[in-house]
């Protein structure tokens, strides 16, 4: 596999590399829509990057090589978690993203003073390590009603709408058409005709100890506020307000109404055709077999 890219790097006035934006990238036989770039100012730099299949098995060494494995999430070239993406938030700089650009955390305070005496627009959007996706790829047929809440890295099918409390973290995203009204943490993946309700939340694996990586399946349903902590199969529907996590007592039952027994949330990760809901009466968590069907409109998330 060989993989070659051409970008164009911002730097400060100290030379530090800030980011890096890859418009150029030749994947395996599979190309970006632009093939060349014209000129670039003094405080942009060209950079040439020649990989092959080990590069992206290495750990990230540098602000280059962290921009381009971004940028081969995001143009949906590799899957999230297909690549190492190790040593990711020690080789990125926390920037200050303004309308104009990246600016140095160490220069952006003169940078302000200089906007105000001199009547310039200039305003800081973030301190971040990441920058929104859409200042670097725009995704096709996607509609994300807050760009600011979808981080480059983010990996998004077509068909996706994102509302305005949807979060897309990087190395996560949608493998189909979804409706995200809740948060995809780092590592998560989400499958074909699947809805997050608003609020509801996944569980990532950067914080807290968690090293299991969680996915939702095809055709399910988070509800509103509602958690999830293991991986799901397909066709379940978690209801809204509940969190499901590796350690939650679920009593599992079968079709015809009879208890299989009490299980912690980890050994049923992966199940299909589970809808987990509370006992109305003492509050106890359950799941039973899903007899209904999630449809995404397809109007709705044509997004032509």
């Known amino acids: 596999m060989k993989i070659t890219a051409t970008g164009i790097a911002t730097k400060s006035s100290s030379g530090e590399i800030l980011d890096v934006f890859f418009p150029i990238i030749n994947f395996d ?23 092959d299949e080990s590069d992206l098995n290495s750990p990230v060494k540098d602000v280059c090589s962290a921009y381009l ?3 081969l999430l995001s143009y949906k070239f590799v899957l999230p978690n297909s690549i190492n993406l190790d040593g990711m ?48 790829i725009i995704p096709r047929n996607v509609r994300i009603a807050d760009a600011s809440r979808v981080r480059l890295g983010a990996y998004i099918a077509e068909g996706t709408t994102v509302m ?21 943490s780092a590592g998560v993946v989400i499958g074909d005709n699947s809805d997050l309700g608003g609020g509801c939340s996944t569980m990532g694996t950067l914080s807290g100890g968690n090293d299991i990586k969680i ?38 039952f079968d079709e015809t109404n009879s208890s299989k027994g009490i299980y912690k949330g980890a050994e049923l990760s992966g199940l299909s055709d589970l809808v987990f809901i509370r006992n109305s009466l003492n509050g106890a968590v359950i ?18």
């Open 29 to 51: 036989g599979k190309t970006t829509d632009i093939h060349s770039l014209g000129e670039v100012s003094s405080s942009k730099e060209i950079i040439e990057i020649s990989w």
């Open 69 to 71: 494995k971004l940028h």
């Open 89 to 136: 938030f020690g080789a990125l700089p926390n920037v200050a993203w303004t309308n104009h650009g990246p600016i140095s955390i160490d220069e952006i305070d003169k940078k302000l003073l200089e906007s105000k005496q001199k009547n310039i627009n200039l305003y800081v959007r973030s301190l971040d390590k990441f920058p929104c996706l859409t200042d670097y």
């Open 164 to 184: 305005h409390e949807g979060f897309i973290n990087f190395n996560a995203g949608t493998l189909g058409k979804a409706m995200i009204e809740g948060r995809i």
């Open 215 to 252: 996915s939702v399946g095809e055709n399910c349903l988070l509800g509103a506020n509602s958690g999830l902590g293991i991986p799901l199969g397909n066709n379940c529907i978690i209801e809204a307000g509940l969190y499901i996590t590796g350690g939650t007592k679920i009593e599992l």
């Open 287 to 304: 799941a039973r077999p899903n007899k209904s069907s999630v449809e995404l409109n397809t109007e709705l998330h044509s997004n032509d």
